[in-house]
């Protein structure tokens, strides 16, 4: 008689574990895709150029190709696509430019941002280009972003990533000190960085971010449509999360102690 215990399927809780993947968009591209769904009637598609720091996804600057759209699909064909190729190239570092050309968004006007099962055929026309990875964004007039990261090699799609805006110049600061703190400071960990606008910065297309008068709002807090749409967090609280890499006693200002100036928390008399 066998003693083997056979093991049999449960019901399984798939999750996703470790550092998820962040979206950060640079101010103009962010301003320019909420003047094209504002402006258009009927569906409309852009492709963007996407710097990627590790686990971090920066939109830097988008383009209109040429497209057939209406109120219900917008279609980019292959010679929209060589049209935008062939401009790009011709610019600077174009090359360069269109090697980052990773991600495609497009407006459902006033419809939801759900994926339509044309924008999974678009996806899948995308994935026979050889890109290891690519970002779609999906919004519509009511206020509404998605964003959607797939990985076509493992046949990996992560949906409805958290995003911010940031400052065209946050991106060459935090290059400047993520190099300057993996050079010059050993033995400790930091937290990773989230860049995040101040509060009431950046309009929310139809709205604002979801800041209560600079307190943090819990995801439960933000009224629909924005929940689960873009993540928010004070930034006091993000400063304290990066400090938190420091022990107190390496970290401890000049004039910490009674207030004279005096380091050493002794009082002169």
């Known amino acids: 008689m066998s003693t083997v215990t056979l093991f049999r399927p449960h019901k399984f ?7 998820v993947p962040h979206i950060s968009i640079v101010n103009e591209a962010y301003r320019d895709m909420a003047t094209l769904v504002s402006l258009s009637q009927s569906e409309v598609g852009w492709f963007g150029l996407v710097e990627r720091q590790d686990n971090e996804f920066i939109i830097t600057e988008v383009f209109l190709p040429k497209q057939k759209a209406n109120a219900a699909t917008c279609e980019i064909s292959a010679e929209g696509i060589g049209l935008l190729t062939e401009e790009l190239l011709k610019e600077e ?9 990773l991600f495609w968004g497009h407006s459902h006007v006033g419809i939801s941002v759900m994926p339509s099962q044309q924008d999974s055929t678009q996806m899948s026309d995308f994935a ?30 992560i949906l409805d990533l958290p995003w911010t805006v940031i400052d065209n110049l946050d991106i060459a600061r935090e290059r400047k000190w993520r190099k300057a703190i993996k050079e010059k400071v050993k033995g400790k960990h930091f937290p990773k960085a989230q860049i995040v606008s101040a509060p009431g910065m950046y309009p929310h297309y139809g709205g604002a971010y979801p800041f209560n008068q600079g307190q943090p709002m819990g995801h439960e807090d933000i009224p629909s449509p ?9 930034p006091a609280t993000i400063a304290a999360d990066l400090l938190s890499g420091f022990e107190e006693d390496e970290f401890e200002p000049a004039n910490r102690g009674n207030g004279n100036g005096n380091g050493n928390g002794k009082g002169k008399h």
């Open 93 to 101: 570092n174009g090359a360069d430019k269109v090697g980052k050309l």
């Open 13 to 19: 809780r798939t999750r996703l574990e470790g550092d």
């Open 226 to 234: 924005m929940r689960g749409i873009g993540i928010a967090k004070d």
């Open 128 to 157: 026979e280009n050889g890109a290891e990875w690519f970002l779609r964004g999906i919004f519509n007039s009511k206020g509404e972003a998605k964003f959607d990261l797939f990985y076509f090699e493992i046949g990996l799609i």
